[in-house]
């Protein structure tokens, strides 16, 4: 890490709440239940070239 930049103690963070779009609607990733959360952490994300 570079000198310059600030660290926080790990008992000062908090969690980060992750959302994923799901049949039309969001969801928290935490209300997933095992197998769902699997399936979400084995996901792969792409980038499509634009058309002409």
């Not at 928290?28 to 084995?42: A, L, M, R, T, Y």
């Amino acid at each position: 890490m570079k000198e310059n930049q600030n660290q926080i103690d790990d008992s000062q963070r908090q969690p980060c709440e992750v959302w994923t779009r799901v049949m039309g609607y969001h969801r928290p990733v935490s209300s997933f239940n095992s197998g769902k959360k699997s399936e979400h952490q084995q996901r792969c994300f792409f980038n499509e070239e634009r058309t002409r």
